[in-house]
């Protein structure tokens, strides 16, 4: 078995994606061209948007959508970087929301959250 990817429900794909790019860099490797789906360059494993009307065509059971102005739910993404302060000064000029600023933690790494425009928890972090 192989982890492939993480797919995050979202309102509005095409904005996501932009979000995404102005705040973290990441460019867009795969989009279906119908704002339904798309994947970031993310490396080996693939982190992928894809629309709340397409994700509920999978699923006979409801889910429970991410809610920017709700409390996060209980997981995050990790993306390591160079430097913490300017990551993190660069995802929330982009509109990042800012949950917890950049601190060094008892093991001397450098680590930051922020909430995405879907309301998703992001960690930043030193390796």
Known sequence: MEFSKTVIYVDDVEETLDFYYQAFGLSTIKDDGSGQYAEL???QVKLAFSAHPFAQSHFKQSYIRT???QPALGFEIRF???NVIEAYDKA???GAEPFCPPAEKSNGQTLAYVRSIEGTLIALSSR
């Open 41 to 43: 360059d993310t490396g």
């Open 67 to 69: 809610q920017p102005k």
């Open 80 to 82: 390591y970087c160079d």
């Open 92 to 94: 929330v000029a982009a």
